[in-house]
T-cell receptor, first 114, second 113 residues
Framework: NAGVTQTPKFQVLKTGQSMTLQCAQDMNHNSMYWYRQDPGMGLRLIYYSASEGTTDKGEVPNGYNVSRLNKREFSLRLESAAPSQTSVYFC?????????????FGPGTRLTVT | GDSVTQMEGPVTLSEEAFLTINCTYTATGYPSLFWYVQYPGEGLQLLLKATKADDKGSNKGFEATYRKETTSFHLEKGSVQVSDSAVYFCALRGKAAGNKLTFGGGTRVLVKP
């Protein structure tokens, strides 16, 4: 049981390049999320998927697209990278409701856009 | 909208010192409250949580009590170790927010031997 996995761990892009961040979970969770983490700002929600086949915008969706490929996988795409997208990106999957609710996070992808 | 405010770091302590990280929140209704910890180079891990007023969450020697009257969820540990050096995030899940969490900005804690 690997939990939530992300690839790659590190990436450097030039402005205007595109790339896809991959996320997979093996816990059979319905909901998956993408966050970005910037110094002093905590985690901000980019996009989420409440279930397979659905996606919704979060707090900071501009410049990103997502695909919920199947129940396990949720990818994040940067079509034309900008320096403002330099950040650490975390994927998470959601388990439970109310008292049993918990988010499980991947190890993160550190992206630098030059 | 929902928001979480936590003390800015870094907080530097000596081993065996007492740690407090303040967290206050703004939310409609009665949210669930969480503390997450992020060790260097890793993702976030749930440290503890509380789902209703006066609940106390505890784990690994850390405690936090859900105080509705002061809208607070302060994290405490009586005797820190070097291995507690990490970034700590307070978060809430509002009743109207579905599965969404709102995070504070994080507090970096450095424990020196």
């Amino acid at each position: 049981n690997a939990g939530v996995t992300q690839t790659p761990k590190f990436q450097v892009l030039k402005t205007g390049q595109s790339m896809t961040l991959q996320c997979a979970q093996d816990m059979n969770h319905n909901s998956m999320y993408w966050y970005r983490q910037d110094p002093g700002m905590g985690l901000r929600l980019i996009y989420y998927s409440a279930s397979e086949g659905t996606t919704d915008k979060g707090e900071v969706p501009n410049g990103y697209n997502v695909s919920r490929l199947n129940k396990r996988e949720f990818s994040l795409r940067l079509e034309s990278a900008a320096p403002s997208q330099t950040s650490v990106y975390f994927c998470a999957s959601i388990f439970g409701q109310e008292a049993s609710y918990e988010q499980y996070f991947g190890p993160g992808t550190r992206l630098t856009v030059t | 909208g929902d928001s979480v405010t936590q003390m800015e770091g870094p907080v530097t302590l000596s081993e065996e010192a007492f740690l407090t990280i303040n967290c206050t929140y703004t939310a409609t209704g009665y949210p669930s409250l969480f503390w997450y910890v992020q060790y260097p180079g890793e993702g976030l891990q749930l440290l503890l949580k509380a789902t209703k007023a006066d609940d106390k969450g505890s784990n690994k020697g850390f405690e936090a009590t859900y105080r509705k009257e002061t809208t607070s969820f302060h994290l405490e540990k009586g005797s820190v170790q070097v291995s507690d050096s990490a970034v700590y995030f307070c978060a809430l899940r509002g009743k109207a927010a579905g599965n969404k969490l709102t995070f504070g900005g994080g507090t970096r804690v450095l424990v020196k031997p």
